[in-house]
């Protein structure tokens, strides 16, 4: 094994085990929840790596990195997701190796992934984001629609072709009363979730929990966490 393999399978096994750990004390089964592992900042040989190691589901948040990448790794049998803030002159490039969006947060995004998914003769599956911090109306900083905006996407992601309603996303907030908070945030992101699943059971995916709280994610119910650092390292830059 190469010196990045072994560091990866190190990493990759505490993570697991983290996870496991996490859903025996809530009383979860371990395959219900999947590890998403956050690919950003890193190159395409950490992708293959990892795809070597058993990682299925692989993100980004930049389509400018993503794209090469997945272009390098096309012939690995991965599911890509895309978390970061999207641009709508992005999309059609992000629809082109996307599996699943997970940072829908405007209509405008809905309209623009539907007319490329179908292009592309594409399903795309669509998450909205959930910015617990923002005001009624508004986005958060770090991208999301508030709580009381998340039927209206939905509703329209329903009504799209081309696009399949997944769930919700959530990154925990840094400001406002979920501050500091996690737990309390994932809890809340479930509630908005039970909310979303009652009329459509098949959107019941939830997206929450990083490297530092995914405990807490695993713990209030999420379906999907999403791990860069604790698998790959700290990022050599911003991303
Ligand atoms: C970078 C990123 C992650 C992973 O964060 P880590 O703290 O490195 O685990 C998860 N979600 C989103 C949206 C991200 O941009």
């Given at each position: 094994?190469?010196?990045?393999?072994?560091?990866l399978a190190?990493?990759?096994?505490?993570?697991?085990?983290?996870?496991a750990?996490?859903?025996a004390a809530?009383?979860?089964?371990?395959?219900?929840v999947?590890l998403?592992v956050?690919?950003?900042?890193?190159?395409a040989?950490?992708?293959?790596?990892?795809?070597?190691?058993?990682v299925?589901h692989?993100?980004?948040?930049r389509?400018?990195?993503?794209a090469?990448?997945?272009?390098?790794?096309?012939?690995l049998?991965?599911?890509w997701?895309?978390?970061?803030?999207l641009?709508?002159n992005?999309?059609?490039?992000?629809?082109?190796?996307?599996?699943?969006?997970q940072?829908?947060?405007?209509?405008?995004l809905?309209?623009a992934?539907s007319?490329?998914?179908?292009r592309?003769?594409r399903?795309?599956g669509?998450?909205?984001?959930?910015?617990?911090?923002?005001?009624?109306?508004?986005r958060?900083e770090?991208?999301?629609?508030?709580p009381?905006g998340?039927?209206?996407?939905?509703?329209?992601?329903?009504?799209?072709?081309?696009?399949?309603?997944?769930?919700?996303?959530?990154?925990?907030?840094?400001?406002?009363?979920?501050?500091?908070?996690?737990?309390?945030a994932?809890?809340?992101?479930?509630?908005i979730?039970?909310?979303?699943?009652?009329?459509?059971?098949?959107?019941?995916m939830?997206?929450?929990?990083?490297?530092?709280?995914?405990?807490?994610?695993?713990?209030?119910?999420?379906t999907h966490?999403r791990?860069?650092?604790a698998?790959?390292?700290?990022?050599?830059?911003?991303?």
């Amino acid at each position: 094994m190469t010196d990045r393999k072994a560091q990866l399978a190190a990493n990759l096994a505490r993570v697991e085990e983290r996870i496991a750990s996490s859903c025996a004390a809530a009383g979860r089964r371990r395959e219900d929840v999947t590890l998403v592992v956050v690919t950003k900042t890193y190159p395409a040989s950490d992708v293959r790596i990892l795809h070597e190691l058993g990682v299925r589901h692989v993100a980004e948040n930049r389509d400018q990195d993503a794209a090469p990448k997945a272009t390098a790794c096309a012939d690995l049998s991965l599911t890509w997701h895309f978390v970061g803030q999207l641009q709508t002159n992005k999309v059609r490039s992000v629809a082109g190796y996307a599996d699943i969006v997970q940072s829908v947060d405007r209509l405008k995004l809905v309209t623009a992934l539907s007319a490329a998914a179908v292009r592309g003769e594409r399903e795309l599956g669509c998450l909205v984001q959930v910015a617990l911090d923002a005001e009624s109306g508004e986005r958060g900083e770090r991208g999301g629609v508030a709580p009381d905006g998340v039927e209206e996407l939905a509703a329209a992601i329903d009504g799209a072709p081309g696009l399949r309603l997944g769930g919700l996303m959530t990154v925990a907030p840094l400001t406002g009363e979920y501050a500091g908070r996690q737990r309390a945030a994932f809890e809340r992101l479930m509630e908005i979730s039970s909310r979303l699943r009652a009329g459509r059971p098949a959107a019941n995916m939830v997206s929450a929990g990083m490297s530092g709280d995914l405990e807490d994610a695993v713990a209030a119910g999420a379906t999907h966490v999403r791990v860069g650092t604790a698998v790959l390292g700290v990022r050599p830059r911003l991303g």
